[in-house]
């Protein structure tokens, strides 16, 4: 990585928002959770501009799965938030052109319309993901008619809960290995390697995609980040829990994942 980009990271991460809106939105969520159908997420989505802005996606987890979280409960979609959104969008800001909102994000239902507003969503733990009829129904005409989906934070066994339900939104998917000679890696930084480890279990990171019609010469619509979890490594940049260059690589997948769909 050149000189000129490894200090524009670190301007990003040094000028982040400062910390006491995160708490101040943090705390708003906690206070309203009265389990996952008691949070007012009117209150904590930022209203539609036209601007981008970060859409991450709700779901009731896996029944079997509990613990801590709001109201009691770990909801696995809300990993990470909302620092690793924060942070994230504070960089696309820093590093392109695009000017996104990053000031606040956005939390929708899989099957909410106001979906459609929206080019890019983002799924952490899908290895915990449910799904209705409806919602897979609706998932799939988002994906058919433009829209672009990162799935991240998952790893070993959960790997297969996640084929299933890509399977219920899209039955004649093909999940396929993506190689570092993919555009979506050459998009804004040249990743010419995609030697990742979990950022915990050490597990060798894998890259798999959907393309549109199962042809990998038309546009890229999932982009998956098996045994990885970048949006940790976003949450955690400004902390010192995360090594700098482990923060920078997930940065760099996340805005060439932006740009590629943005784009294409």
């Known amino acids: 990585m050149s000189g000129r980009v490894a200090w524009a990271l670190l301007l990003g991460l040094l000028t982040i928002l400062p910390a006491e809106p995160l708490a101040a939105q943090s ?19 930022i209203p539609y501009n036209g601007r981008f802005t970060f859409v991450r996606l709700r779901f009731d987890p896996l029944p079997e799965y509990g613990g801590r979280g709001w109201g009691g409960r770990d909801l696995k979609w809300d990993h990470d938030y909302p620092r690793a959104e924060r942070h994230f969008t504070k960089i696309l800001d820093e590093i392109t052109s695009l000017g996104p909102n990053f000031d606040g994000s956005v939390i929708l239902s899989v099957d909410d319309p106001e979906l459609f507003k929206y080019p890019v969503a983002y799924m952490s733990e899908p290895g915990f993901w449910t799904l209705t009829v409806e919602e897979a129904a609706s998932l799939r005409d988002y994906l058919l008619k433009g829209g672009f989906m990162i799935f991240d934070d998952f790893a070993s066994r959960h790997w297969f809960n996640f084929e299933d339900r890509m399977l219920e939104v899209l039955p004649e998917a093909r999940i396929v290995e993506l190689d570092a000679s993919h555009p979506i890696f ?8 995609l030697d ?3 950022p915990y279990y050490g597990l060798r990171s894998v890259f798999y995609g959907i393309f549109e019609g199962n042809d990998p010469e038309k546009r890229l619509m999932v982009i998956a980040n098996y045994n990885n979890d970048i949006g940790e490594s976003w949450e955690w940049s ?12 997930a940065y760099k997948l996340g805005v060439n994942y932006i740009v590629y769909a943005m784009t294409h």
């Open 238 to 249: 400004d902390a010192g829990y995360i090594p700098i260059e482990l923060s920078n690589e």
């Open 196 to 198: 990742h480890t979990h």
């Open 27 to 45: 705390r708003r969520m906690r206070e309203g959770a009265r389990g996952a159908q008691g949070i007012d997420f009117d209150e904590l989505n």
């Open 186 to 193: 050459h998009s804004f930084f040249e990743i010419n390697s």
